[in-house]
């Protein structure tokens, strides 16, 4: 029977392709990769291996299109429950061009192709996605299962095949997942909630969020003035060791009394502006970086820094 099947095959694969121009005839290669395809297919349906099946007869159609393996690989999709596919694939193998001389089983899988997929329009469920105040939500994107479903599709009847089906929306980083079981000849309906976060349903997403912006300014500033007082009273450090240094080895033997006073009076200026200029840098670089480091929040810091004849000072205000 496989035999007689083969060879009536390769009858029909001829009939198509002699009168038809646009339909070059296939190679001999082709027609026998096809045959032998055909034929492991049939075996391995017989076993109830339907998946290695479909899979012969896909590559048997891909290499020789004809209304009998059509009909086989529809029967084979319908069989690992692609009743969409399978559909679809019985249509095209009855619109296929009929050659002058087509044999009789190839009329016959034309017409059986055909009757199948009247019957498969009735079993094939349909699935209906909804998202609650879909026109609101901007930047939405639903999948069913992985495949985005345009925005505009949203609320109308969807041909799926029988089984579980997983449809996900998201809006920003909010996101919902449903899993629903489809059963055939039915149609079901499933409404998703998606609750973004504050802003998203509103927000212009080609505005730069809030991660994105900008650190404040008065941190670098602080920072920077801090650094300046640090080096600032490093120098006066400098010039009170000196100065001291000059004290304790007894100025020089041609030092005056004034010499020794102005060596005093430098000595306690240097000492006093060094305490002061240290202690100022200390405090700005330590308040700069914790102003960058610090979590923003809607009241800033406000530093200040005072300084005037023979005294000095930071003002912190938050």
Known sequence: ????????????????????????????????????????????????????????????????????????????????????????????????????????EGKTARAEATKLAAELRDRIPSLVVRVENAESLKGLRVTLDGEELPVAALGVARKVDPGKHVVVAKVGAAERTETVIVSEASTKEVTLKVTPTEGAATKDLSQPTASAEAKPVWPWVTLGVGAVGLVAGGVFAVVWHQRQTALVDGCSPYCTQKDHDDLISNRNSAAIWSTVLLGLGAVGV??????LTRTPEKSAAQVQLLVGVGSAGVHIAF
């Not at 319908?78 to 095209?92: F, T």
């Not at 330590?286 to 102003?291: A, F, I, K, N, R």
């Open 286 to 291: 330590g308040v700069g970086l914790w102003g």
């Open 1 to 104: 029977m496989i035999r007689r099947s083969s060879e009536v095959l390769v009858l029909c694969i001829a009939c198509l392709a002699a009168p038809s121009v646009v339909h070059a005839e296939p190679s001999s290669g082709n027609v026998a990769t096809a045959k032998s395809l055909v034929v492991e297919g049939r075996e391995l349906r017989a076993k109830g291996e339907h998946t290695k099946a479909r899979d012969r007869f896909k590559a048997a159609w891909a290499l020789v299109p004809t209304p009998i393996i059509g009909l086989d690989l529809a029967r084979e999709l319908v069989a690992c429950g692609q009743l969409v596919e399978g559909r679809e694939m019985a249509l095209a193998a009855a619109k296929l061009p009929e050659g002058a001389k087509e044999s009789t």
